[in-house]
């Protein structure tokens, strides 16, 4: 089969012949999905961002839980989509196969690490992007092309058959270019628990944090105000309204102490699952993915201990800003950079992912779900919201991200 971009696509990308078709008919009937290249597609060798692993990789004999699933409920497989060097970036920026194009803003990189999945749907040629979200994977390249994005909750969709970057961490998610789909994804995907268990509702609650706002991008800061404070200000009177409740935040020496707990956690686990592969190839890795895992390399046993306690404080205090409510934050520290200012391992692109990562590790810290709902900035950029839900609100909270979306200024909305 002929590939189409090879930035966008490993393998396959051609709508007239799928490189999986569905295996059973259901909510999905119709839909096609970019694959990014940790999950195993049976049949297909996993890439990992690496033609090094990709050589080396064994056939797989199963296909990912998660994507099996799509498969039953009507989903083909487009093709299997490029991601960063074994997901340990957030640019796209992939020395190895270049960067995808972002057709929201063609002068700026895609964002990583699912950035061919985001790709794909951005240009029109998928539908379903599925990727994975560690620190930021899904939300980010979401919101630097305008897309729907979606991080579950922690461990409650199942991880079997994806290659891990960082199991602390790990989450599948995906990406549309619409919210009715987003749903539909959640519906086949997030387990319904019992009925005892599940959320009876996300009350009309939003919180905002200040203080989580001043490291941001004016514009990007700006921008997600006003969507919040147009949501809960401007509110047709015959629908339930949305109470906004700000809450005093941790300093920005606390939260930049988080981050590093959260990078510390993730770079030994990714040094634990790949250090032994990677210290035999240090040739076959890219300059930025490649320095990442030397640094993972010096870590110590006693900075994870120490790591570890300080992300259990952190998980505790955003779980009580969440509450039973849904917290707003940006979804990134700025728009996407300029290709043309994004030079691998450059400054431009290590201080954005430093300052993306001081919003995105909250998630991760707190194991919480969260979706990106794509806004437009004043100059017309891409940019997004995120919107973080209770444990296990999965399904609800993309009802709730609905209802946000449908309630914005109409300056705001992306088309």
Known sequence: ??????????????????????????????????????????????????PTWLAEAAVETTTAAALAQLLQAGAEVLGIAQTDELALSLAGTNQHYGTPPNPRAADRISGGSSSGSAAAVALGEASIGLGTDTGGSIRVPASYQGLWGMRSTHGLISREGLLPLAQSFDTVGWMTRDAETLGLVADVLVPVRQEAEQHAGLPAELTLIPSLFDQVDPEVAETVRAAVDGVTAHQNSLRPRVHLKRLDGVSAEMRAAWLEAFRIIQMREAWANHGSWVGARWEAMADDVGARFRMASQLSADQERQARALAAGARR???????????????????????????????????????????????????????????????????????????????????????????????????
């Open 1 to 50: 089969m002929e590939t189409k971009d090879s930035t966008v696509w490993r393998e396959g990308g051609d709508a007239h012949a799928p490189l999986v078709p569905a295996v059973g008919s259901g909510p999905l009937d119709g839909q096609s999905v970019a694959v990014k290249d940790l999950y195993a597609v049976a049949g297909h060798r996993i890439g990992a961002g690496n």
């Open 317 to 415: 205090i955003i779980r009580e800003w969440v509450g039973d409510s849904v917290l707003a934050l940006p979804s990134a520290a700025g728009p996407a950079p300029l290709r043309s200012e994004a030079a691998l391992g450059g400054k431009v692109i290590e201080e954005h992912r430093r300052g993306t990562m001081m919003l995105t590790c909250l998630a991760g810290l707190a194991g919480l779900p969260a979706v990106n709902v794509p806004l437009r900035t004043a100059a017309g950029l891409p940019t997004g919201v995120c919107l973080l839900g209770p444990v296990g609100s999965d399904r609800e909270l993309v009802r709730w991200a609905q209802r946000f979306h449908a309630r914005l200024p109409s300056t705001q909305e992306t088309r």
